[in-house]
């Protein structure tokens, strides 16, 4: 058997064939904090690799920074190994990422190594499709309207600022109000979104949507948290976890959301559609911000550099709706900011709120008076609007967002007044309904028809016999009465066709009121 | 403003190489005076470097790097001197990480490769 080997190895050798060829290369005249300054590589392109020989193997950096007499490069390896005197060579591709259905369930880092434990992701690495990280936004000429919904599972947002599939949405709030939260709830909910039937699936309905979970900076604990949840609820069957965490180098976290985007990319270009998470934006500008820095970059305002909004605005770019002629597929985004003391017009901020089709403003006020999701209506906006809103919700929810919007003043002039006329008393009694009946607990994402028939009951006055603090246990039970009693009749004909028909109200109406007897 | 070592290999070439050899060391005092002010003295292995491949570059010739595994010869070194011009500047290194064979490198830019480290590298990453 050793005899074998060797021969083997025998032959190896010796058709070894190798002529040294004049090579351009460049020597790391500085390195340190992740950054190494290379001497030489003048024909280095932006954003190529370099391969630096270092005395315990070869390390990858980024081309950053390309100047008169050197580049400055962004270590991507082990930045330790990187010592003055080592060669680097250009390797003529620039950063790429392996991506496929296999990535499906993994929890991968931005250059699309497994963190999971769970072994390789790809059998046959070398047949496995790379796409780029940097990529351009797909133009004008093959993106379509955004019209098909993308159901979050929660009320207030799938009511009143609907998101489409291709949207970028922006989930902005101080911390500990709910963002990730909200953007949990929407992968969860995709799970019993999608449409069962084939032929609301080819009219192109809801199909199921692929999700990517970047995690930028955030604690470890909180990733294997999320991962955890993710598994116990089925989720992560359709979920795909980028990871960035907090202990990562700079340069990883700059990388995930373009990482994050490039594994959307796959999907949407499959003619599938994507939902990606940024978790958040606000560390990926602080990770960029420290790189740049440190590439001697002149610092702006906030000491950000000064292509931080083009940084941003490439990433989200890239969420698009393509016309059918390209595969119809789809790339919706949810970018998440953390403000700072509900500082909405700090840099980053509003660089995202302006980039972005609208934002959901969670609050800390309305969360720690126990309204959750503490989703502030007046300020939080989707530009895409009801065009992504099935026919059914439409119909319920057209009203909705005045009727608190006129709530919500009167509600405040009514703290001053001592009599109050009966309209104003049903007004603001009504409001008080609809705010109960749109609290929900987070990770318990409400399906779609459910909150129509919910939303329903609300909105036309049939709750107004119910006290306030009755509400919610109410709508529990009304919900429980329709899927045991009309599941088939009412919950499911909503469901498959997004429509509220006349006969399906008729039944609703009795059924709420058979429910109100009980 | 603090001025890269190649700005200050830059100013020195265009006044003191032109200027009177009686001038030469006057003029050399006042640039390195000129270093310490700017408080680039700490740089200043850096500036002579640069000096010195610029007054390279600026005779048409090239900084050329010999790297051995082993110390060589006087000889095997003389003969490869000759086979580059007069104008080349020619240094001589020893890296024993080479295992063996020899690297050439010009300006820093133009790698040729001779070494065993990089044929058993080759060979293992086939």
Same mark, same amino acid.
């Given at each position: 058997m050793?005899?074998?080997?060797?021969?083997?190895?025998?032959?190896?050798?010796?058709?070894?064939?190798?002529?040294?060829?004049s090579?351009?290369?460049?020597?790391v005249?500085?390195?340190?904090?992740?950054?190494?300054?290379?001497?030489?590589?003048?024909e280095?392109?932006?954003?190529?690799?370099?391969?630096?020989?270092?005395?315990? %193997?070869?390390v990858?950096a980024?081309?950053?920074?390309?100047?008169?007499?050197?580049?400055?490069?962004?270590?991507?390896?082990?930045?330790?190994?990187?010592?003055?005197?080592?060669?680097?060579?250009?390797?003529?591709?620039?950063?790429?990422?392996?991506?496929?259905?296999?990535?499906?369930?993994?929890v991968v +880092?931005?250059?699309?190594?497994?963190?999971?434990?769970?072994?390789?992701?790809?059998?046959?690495?070398?047949?496995?499709?790379?796409?780029?990280?940097?990529?351009?936004?797909?133009?004008?000429?093959?993106r379509?309207?955004?019209?098909?919904? &993308?159901?979050?599972?929660?009320?207030?947002?799938?009511?009143?600022?609907?998101?489409?599939?291709? @949207?970028?949405?922006?989930?902005?709030?101080?911390?500990?109000?709910?963002?990730?939260?909200?953007?949990?709830?929407?992968?969860?909910? !995709?799970?019993?979104?999608?449409?069962?039937s084939?032929?609301? /699936?080819?009219?192109?309905?809801?199909r199921?949507?692929?999700?990517?979970?970047?995690?930028?900076? @955030?604690?470890?604990?909180?990733?294997?948290?999320?991962?955890?949840?993710?598994?116990?609820?089925?989720?992560?069957?359709?979920?795909?976890?980028?990871?960035?965490p907090?202990?990562?180098?700079?340069?990883?976290?700059?990388?995930?959301?373009?990482?994050?985007?490039?594994?959307?990319e796959?999907?949407m270009? #499959?003619g599938?559609?994507?939902?990606?998470?940024?978790?958040?934006?606000?560390?990926h500008a602080?990770?960029?911000?420290?790189?740049?820095?440190?590439?001697?970059?002149?610092?702006?305002?906030?000491a950000?550099?000064?292509?931080?909004?083009?940084?941003?605005?490439?990433?989200?770019?890239?969420?698009?709706?393509?016309?059918?002629?390209? =595969?119809?597929? /789809?790339?919706?985004?949810? *970018?998440?900011? $953390?403000?700072?003391?509900?500082?909405?017009?700090?840099?980053i901020?509003?660089?995202?709120?302006?980039?972005?089709?609208? @934002?959901?403003?969670?609050?800390?006020?309305?969360?720690f008076? %126990?309204?959750?999701?503490?989703?502030?209506?007046?300020?939080?906006?989707?530009?895409?609007?009801?065009?992504? !809103?099935?026919?059914?919700?439409?119909?319920?929810? /057209?009203?909705l967002?005045?009727?608190?919007? !006129?709530?919500? $003043?009167?509600?405040a002039?009514?703290?001053?007044?001592?009599?109050?006329?009966?309209?104003?008393?049903?007004?603001?009694?009504?409001?008080?309904l609809?705010?109960?009946? &749109?609290?929900?607990?987070?990770i318990?994402?409400?399906?779609?028809?459910r909150?129509?028939?919910?939303i329903?009951?609300?909105?036309?006055?049939?709750? +107004?016999?119910i006290?306030? #603090?009755?509400?919610?246990?109410?709508?529990?039970?009304?919900?429980?009465?329709?899927?045991?009693?009309?599941?088939?009749?009412? &919950?499911?004909?909503?469901?498959?066709t997004?429509?509220?028909?006349?006969?399906v109200?008729?039944?609703?109406?009795?059924?709420?009121?058979?429910?109100? @007897?009980? | 403003?603090?001025?890269?070592?190649? !700005?200050?290999?830059?100013?020195?070439?265009?006044?003191?190489?032109k200027? *009177?050899? /009686?001038?030469?060391?006057?003029?050399t005092?006042?640039? &390195?005076?000129?270093?310490?002010?700017?408080?680039?003295?700490?740089?200043?292995?850096?500036?002579?470097?640069?000096?010195?491949?610029?007054?390279?570059?600026?005779?048409?010739?090239?900084?050329?790097?010999?790297?051995?595994a082993?110390?060589?010869?006087?000889?095997a070194?003389?003969?490869?001197?000759?086979?580059?011009?007069?104008?080349?500047?020619?240094?001589v290194?020893?890296?024993?990480?080479?295992?063996? =064979?020899?690297?050439?490198?010009?300006?820093?830019?133009?790698?040729?490769?001779?070494?065993?480290?990089?044929?058993?590298?080759?060979?293992?990453?086939?």
């Amino acid at each position: 058997m050793s005899y074998e080997i060797i021969e083997k190895l025998k032959r190896e050798i010796a058709g070894f064939r190798d002529e040294p060829e004049s090579e351009r290369i460049g020597i790391v005249t500085e390195a340190g904090d992740g950054i190494a300054k290379i001497a030489g590589l003048s024909e280095a392109l932006s954003q190529e690799i370099i391969t630096i020989e270092t005395s315990s %193997g070869d390390v990858s950096a980024l081309a950053a920074n390309l100047e008169e007499d050197f580049i400055g490069a962004i270590i991507l390896g082990n930045a330790d190994a990187v010592k003055v005197g080592d060669r680097g060579k250009k390797t003529g591709t620039v950063l790429s990422i392996p991506v496929g259905r296999e990535l499906i369930g993994r929890v991968v +880092d931005p250059l699309g190594e497994p963190l999971d434990g769970k072994g390789v992701i790809f059998e046959n690495e070398e047949n496995v499709k790379r796409n780029r990280l940097e990529r351009n936004a797909p133009s004008v000429v093959v993106r379509e309207s955004v019209k098909i919904p &993308l159901h979050t599972g929660v009320k207030a947002i799938d009511a009143m600022i609907p998101i489409g599939r291709g @949207q970028r949405e922006l989930i902005i709030g101080d911390r500990q109000t709910g963002k990730t939260a909200i953007a949990l709830d929407a992968i969860l909910n !995709q799970k019993q979104d999608s449409v069962s039937s084939p032929e609301a /699936s080819a009219k192109g309905g809801r199909r199921r949507v692929i999700c990517i979970y970047v995690a930028i900076g @955030q604690k470890n604990s909180k990733v294997a948290k999320i991962v955890k949840l993710l598994e116990e609820k089925g989720a992560l069957a359709y979920t795909i976890v980028v990871s960035a965490p907090a202990s990562a180098p700079a340069a990883m976290q700059y990388l995930a959301p373009f990482a994050g985007a490039a594994v959307g990319e796959y999907f949407m270009d #499959a003619g599938e559609d994507a939902l990606v998470v940024y978790d958040d934006l606000s560390k990926h500008a602080d990770a960029y911000r420290e790189l740049s820095l440190l590439l001697r970059r002149p610092p702006g305002r906030e000491a950000y550099p000064g292509d931080i909004f083009y940084l941003h605005s490439r990433l989200l770019e890239r969420a698009a709706k393509l016309d059918q002629e390209h =595969g119809g597929g /789809s790339l919706t985004a949810l *970018p998440i900011i $953390e403000t700072k003391l509900g500082d909405v017009s700090a840099y980053i901020p509003t660089n995202v709120i302006s980039i972005t089709d609208g @934002q959901i403003y969670l609050e800390a006020n309305l969360f720690f008076q %126990g309204i959750r999701p503490a989703v502030n209506v007046g300020l939080s906006v989707s530009r895409v609007g009801s065009t992504a !809103q099935t026919k059914a919700m439409k119909k319920v929810a /057209s009203r909705l967002r005045l009727e608190l919007a !006129q709530f919500r $003043e009167l509600a405040a002039f009514a703290q001053f007044a001592s009599d109050l006329d009966e309209s104003t008393r049903q007004r603001i009694r009504r409001g008080e309904l609809l705010t109960e009946i &749109l609290k929900q607990s987070d990770i318990e994402p409400v399906p779609f028809e459910r909150q129509v028939v919910a939303i329903y009951a609300a909105i036309n006055g049939h709750l +107004d016999s119910i006290a306030v #603090a009755d509400a919610k246990a109410f709508e529990t039970k009304f919900l429980d009465y329709l899927e045991k009693r009309y599941r088939d009749t009412i &919950l499911k004909p909503i469901a498959e066709t997004g429509e509220l028909a006349e006969a399906v109200e008729t039944k609703l109406k009795q059924a709420i009121e058979e429910c109100k @007897q009980l | 403003m603090r001025y890269a070592p190649s !700005q200050y290999a830059e100013a020195f070439t265009a006044v003191v190489p032109k200027a *009177p050899a /009686s001038r030469r060391a006057e003029l050399t005092q006042r640039f &390195l005076r000129s270093v310490r002010k700017n408080g680039d003295l700490s740089r200043i292995r850096q500036i002579v470097a640069a000096i010195e491949r610029r007054l390279v570059t600026e005779r048409g010739g090239a900084w050329i790097r010999l790297e051995f595994a082993r110390p060589q010869p006087e000889h095997a070194v003389a003969g490869l001197r000759g086979r580059f011009g007069a104008h080349d500047h020619i240094e001589v290194a020893v890296r024993p990480e080479l295992i063996a =064979g020899v690297r050439i490198t010009r300006d820093n830019e133009t790698e040729l490769d001779y070494s065993l480290a990089r044929k058993l590298k080759k060979l293992f990453t086939r």
